[in-house]
């Protein structure tokens, strides 16, 4: 892992998780900061487990999908983080909760081009095809929890 010797620089102070299997690791998102903050300890997972730096930058780029996602509509959540392990593979396992206002149509959120906003709507959908396994439990007026792993071998 790179580390800056300037103390200034903050690409490398979140909290890393602890690399052992089956402990989550929860991350508040409620600040712009705390954005960052989760994607580093997802970065600093995705590194503890030995992904590629192809599979890393996946995991990463759904991750802060997700917890954008979170933040702006949502209105604030947690990511929670936990490593598996499964006989020949390792994974990462992402779940962001938040308790806004939830997804009307998850189906048509899941479109590509579907958004809410000003974004290119390529948030849920693309989070999905970039994880191995992708689920969102929602409703309107309960909240939204987005669940989503990525395997690889060890």
């Given amino acids: 892992m790179l ?32 954005l960052l ?5 997802v970065r600093a997972a ?25 933040y702006i509509h949502g209105g604030g959540g947690t990511l929670t983080l936990t490593l598996l392990e499964r006989p020949g593979a390792r994974g990462l396992r992402l779940v962001i909760s938040d308790d806004g206002p939830g997804i009307h149509d998850v189906q048509q959120a899941l479109t590509d081009g579907y958004t ?17 396994d992708f689920g969102i439990d929602s409703a309107p007026g309960r909240g939204t929890t987005v669940t989503a792993t990525r395997w690889t071998t060890p």
Avoid: C, K, W
């Fill in 116 to 132: 809410t906003g000003a974004g290119l709507g390529h948030g849920l959908g693309g989070a999905r095809q970039l994880m191995d």
């Fill in 37 to 41: 903050a989760a994607r580093h300890a």
């Fill in 46 to 70: 995705t590194l503890a487990l030995g992904f590629g730096i192809v599979d890393q930058t996946r995991i990463v780029t759904a991750a802060s999908e997700l917890v954008r996602n979170a």
């Fill in 3 to 34: 580390r800056s010797t300037d103390p200034s620089a903050s690409f490398d102070t979140a909290p890393r998780p602890d690399p052992r299997p089956g402990e989550p690791h929860s991350y508040p998102v409620r600040t712009e900061e705390d």
